[in-house]
C-alpha cells in the first residue's frame, strides 16, 4: 500500500507560479516512480509529467514541456511539479500517482485544486 497527499494548489493568475507537493508514505519511495496528472472539468484524466525512481527520466505532456518541472527527493519521500507561466488551461484537479508495477499509475492521491484566472 501506498499514501499520497498532494498539497500547494491554489489560485494565481495567468503567468504565475505555482509549487506542488506530493508526500509518499507505505512503501520504499526510491523505489519507483511517480507521475502527475489532471482532470479539468467536464474532462478526462490527463498524463501531466512523470519521473523515474532515481530522477534519471522525466517526461512531460506537449502542453506543459518548458514550462513545468517534475522533481523529487527520495530522503523526503516527496514528489514536487513546479509550474511556471501558468495559463487558464492549466485549471484542473491535479493527482500524483505512483507505479508499483507496469506502465500505469497503482495508487493515486485525493488531488489538488489548481485555478488560473486570466
Known amino acids: 500500500q501506498v499514501q499520497l497527499v498532494e498539497s500547494g494548489g491554489g489560485l494565481v493568475q495567468a503567468g504565475g507560479s505555482l509549487r506542488l507537493s506530493c508526500a509518499a508514505s507505505?512503501?520504499?519511495?526510491?523505489?519507483?516512480?511517480m507521475g502527475w496528472f489532471r482532470q479539468a472539468p467536464g474532462k478526462e484524466r490527463e498524463f501531466v509529467a512523470y519521473i523515474s525512481s532515481s530522477s534519471r527520466t522525466t517526461r512531460y505532456a506537449d502542453s506543459v514541456k518548458g514550462r513545468f518541472t517534475i522533481s523529487r527527493d527520495n530522503a523526503k519521500n516527496t514528489v514536487y511539479l513546479q509550474m511556471n507561466n501558468l495559463k487558464p488551461e492549466d485549471t484542473a484537479v491535479y493527482y500524483c500517482?505512483?507505479?508499483?508495477?507496469?506502465?500505469?499509475?497503482?495508487?493515486w492521491g485525493q488531488g489538488t485544486q489548481v485555478t488560473v484566472s486570466s
Open positions: 507505505g512503501r520504499t519511495f526510491s523505489s519507483y516512480p
Open positions: 500517482a505512483a507505479y508499483l508495477s507496469g506502465a500505469t499509475p497503482n495508487y
